[in-house]
Each structure stands twice: as C-alpha cells, then as structure tokens.
Nanobody
Framework: QVQLVESGGDLVQPGGSLTLSCIAPEFTLDYYSIGWFRQAPGKGREGLSIISPSDGATYYADSVKGRFAISRVKNTVYLQMNNLQPEDTAVYYC??????????????WGQGTQVTVSS
C-alpha cells in the first residue's frame, strides 16, 4: 500500500495563490504517475493534473490550465495554484497510479487537504 500525505490547504482570498504538497513517506514515487484531484461539496472527484515519473511530462485539465502547475522534487509532488477563485474550493487529493485524469483508475490516495477560496 502506497501511503500519500497532502498538505498546504488553507483559506485564501480570491485571486490568491497556494502550493499543495504530496509526499510518500515510505515509498519511492519513481514508478508512479502522480495525479492531483479535487472534490467539491456535492460533486464528483475531478482530475486536475498529472506528472509522469519517467520524463516529468505534465498534463492539465482545461479547468486549471494556465493557473495551476504541477512539479516534482525528489519524492514530493507540488501543485502550485494561482488566481484561485471561489469555485476552486474543494478537498484536494493526490494519488499514485497509471497517469490519467480518471479517478477510478487510481488505487492509492492521500487523505486530502482543504482549500477554501473566500473573501
């Protein structure tokens, strides 16, 4: 079982920025694509971005393209989020898996971190 731990969620004003972190304390992420997902109240889990372990290739959902940036440093994956808006309010999760934006394809999930965008 791959354990993942997210952190960095907070309350931020519209237009603000946050950086989320995802670490795997006991496993190397060298063999997994890492995806960031979010789930807003009453909505399904939405895939946001993925990063490949082999070449660092990244992919973004249209909803966050140009505002969010995924990166990896050693065994930590980051999600830099800029120009946050109230509709970005959600619990944000990272997951290790095959490299798609489809949550159902991932087996290893973190516990989530809350991001709230409000004035």
């Amino acid at each position: 079982q791959v354990q993942l731990v997210e952190s960095g969620g907070d309350l931020v004003q519209p237009g603000g920025s946050l950086t989320l972190s995802c670490i795997a304390p006991e496993f190397t992420l060298d063999y997994y694509s890492i995806g960031w997902f979010r789930q807003a109240p009453g909505k399904g889990r939405e895939g946001l971005s993925i990063i490949s372990p082999s070449d660092g290739a990244t992919y973004y959902a249209d909803s966050v393209k140009g505002r969010f940036a995924i990166s990896r440093v050693k065994n930590t994956v980051y999600l830099q989020m800029n120009n946050l808006q109230p509709e970005d309010t959600a619990v944000y999760y990272c997951a290790a898996g095959p490299g798609s934006l489809r949550p159902m394809e991932y087996q290893h999930w973190g516990q989530g971190t809350q991001v709230t965008v409000s004035s």
